[in-house]
């Protein structure tokens, strides 16, 4: 347990990198569907092999309907941000989830109630995202000023996210977690399919990094950082677990600057402290779901 543990410390924050190293060789439909329609292959394949039970009707319906979400519009949002800002950055950006999270599920019908001091915490992290991406924004010094436009692309996949993994969570358990996530990946893909092939201006480069960057998205973003994370929840407490949120935007940060030598400076280091700040608030004084519980 302690291993799976440490794979979704690890794993889930290296993809911001290979994220960007993909982009080099794909464009962000293609290599949204492409991900997601080989990993939520193999593992239907494999949940089939040992006669796992697989979502039926309604429930395989509302499944593929979260796994689209969660996964296609959310990582789509995060990939074409990726083009505009560092993965580093862009990580960062992510970490407000647990805020949507806990908003979200307070204002969804039969939701937790909302505590002053969650919300609290949910301001606070909003003013930290705006001190960690405001000095570019005004500077205007990264890809043509497009650090708003990605900030906001950033949000909504917080909150397709937020959004799919609280309806998931409200569905009876019928089937395995990781079988759920299986569907969802492979809806996932079929979804972007269509978008990928009328993704106009950027062709497909099929060389070695780009494929490999691919492969390392689908085995360990996916099927081993996913499955390890099924599994630490099933054996540590969620709180613990959930720590992942401050630690995989560390992990992006180190790695964008020692592959691309992404900038991060003070304002940076503030704007993160302010959020981690916000998200530890909303942990510590909500019971509602949070982040450790959708990717």
């Not at 893909?189 to 689908?218: C, M, N, Q, S």
């Amino acid at each position: 347990m302690w291993i799976a543990f440490l794979a979704v410390y690890f794993f889930w924050g290296t993809t911001y990198l290979a994220i960007r190293i993909a982009l080099e060789s794909f464009p962000p439909f293609a290599m949204v569907s492409l991900r997601f329609l080989l990993s939520g292959s193999i593992l239907l394949i494999a949940a089939m092999a040992v006669r796992a039970r697989l979502p039926r009707g309604r429930e395989l319906v509302q499944t593929g309907l979260n796994g689209i979400l969660i996964l296609g519009l959310g990582n789509s949002c995060l990939t074409i941000a990726e083009l505009w800002i560092p993965s580093g950055l862009a990580a960062l950006i992510i970490t407000t989830s647990p805020l949507w999270m806990v908003g979200l599920d307070a204002l969804l019908p039969g939701g937790d109630r909302l505590r002053r001091a969650a919300l609290a915490g949910i301001l606070v992290g909003g003013v930290g995202s705006v001190v960690l991406v405001a000095p570019e924004a005004r500077a205007a010094t990264v890809s043509g000023g497009r650090e708003w436009a990605a900030f906001l692309l950033l949000q909504l996949a917080n909150f397709a996210w937020s959004l799919g993994s609280i309806r998931q969570r409200r569905m009876p358990a019928g089937s395995h977690p990781i079988v759920n996530g299986a569907v969802q990946q492979l809806a996932a893909g079929l979804a972007a399919a269509p978008l990928a092939l009328f993704e106009g201006g950027r062709p497909v480069h099929w060389d070695l990094k780009g494929t490999g960057a691919i492969l390392y998205l689908v085995f360990f973003g996916s099927i081993v950082g996913y499955s390890a994370y099924i599994y630490a929840m099933d054996k540590l407490p969620v709180a613990l677990v959930s720590t992942y949120t401050y630690i995989n935007p560390i992990v992006a940060l180190f790695l964008g600057w020692l592959v691309y030598r992404e900038p991060f400076g003070g304002w940076q280091a503030a704007g993160m402290l302010v959020i981690f700040l916000g998200v530890a608030l909303v942990k510590r004084f909500s019971t509602a779901p949070t982040a450790a519980e959708v990717d």
